[in-house]
């Protein structure tokens, strides 16, 4: 149990372009879910935190309007990186939390970005 | 913003031998965390902490959280070639948001 997917798991693009990624946990319904960026041989840097029929909340530094971060459902949240640029390519990873006392995040496998 | 500082970054052992990394903090976390990441991976949840001075173990994972609640060790006893790869700790703060430290890779030669 408690699986989180990404699509797609990786995805080349042109400059300029947008590039929308999908989260999705599979066999429950996530509370909330968390949107991170790793560049390689570094650590996972949180970018926000997404509640279900909500606005995102982002960390500092992050740019809300070149992530835009949607979820729809209890179950699906999107991060569409828009406008890319060759310094967006990363592995953005992101985490489903199913609540309750323990509150553990459950991580997706990532998604490689390269930006051309 | 609040770091962590992981120990060592990288270290090279012969199978069998024991592990020690750990974590330390200028800030105070609720919830200590470790994960382990395979390369073109999501990081997996290895152990949990949540009380100060709490030791934990998951198999051959022991972990134990700080009194201060400012820093955390993860060992590994007897390790196998399938424990390679890179051992990250997170502290938790408000709305559960994770900050992760630089990270451990871990290289077992047979």
């Known amino acids: 149990g408690a699986v989180v997917s990404q699509h797609p798991s990786w995805v080349i693009c042109k400059s300029g372009t947008s590039v929308k990624i999908e989260c999705r946990s599979l066999?429950?319904?996530?509370?909330?879910m968390f949107w991170y960026r790793q560049f390689p041989k570094q650590s996972l840097m949180l970018m926000a935190t997404?509640?279900?029929?909500?606005?995102?909340?982002?960390e500092q530094g992050v740019e809300k309007d070149k992530f835009l971060i949607n979820h729809a459902s209890l179950t699906l949240s999107t991060l569409t990186v828009t406008s890319a640029h060759p310094e967006d390519s990363s592995f953005y990873i992101c985490?489903?939390?199913?609540?309750?006392?323990?509150?553990?995040?459950?991580f997706g496998p990532g998604t490689r970005l390269t930006v051309l | 913003g609040q770091q962590l500082n992981q120990s060592p970054q990288s270290m090279f052992i012969q199978e069998g031998e024991d592990v020690s990394m750990n974590c330390t903090s200028s800030?105070?976390?609720?919830?200590w965390l470790w994960y382990k990441q395979d390369p073109g991976e999501g990081p997996v949840l290895l152990i949990a902490?949540?009380?100060?001075?709490e030791l934990t173990s998951n198999g051959r994972l022991t972990a134990q959280f700080g009194i201060t609640r400012k820093d955390s060790f993860l060992n590994i006893s007897a390790s196998i070639p399938s424990d390679v790869g890179i051992y990250f700790c997170?502290?938790?703060?408000?709305?559960?948001?994770?900050?992760f430290g630089e990270g451990t890779q871990l290289t077992v030669n047979p």
């Open positions: 997170a502290g938790e703060t408000s709305g559960s948001r994770l900050t």
């Open positions: 997404s509640n279900e029929g909500s606005k995102a909340t982002y």
């Open positions: 902490l949540y009380k100060a001075g």
């Open positions: 066999d429950f319904q996530a509370t909330t």
């Open positions: 800030s105070i976390f609720n919830t």
């Open positions: 985490s489903a939390m199913v609540g309750g006392w323990y509150n553990e995040q459950f």
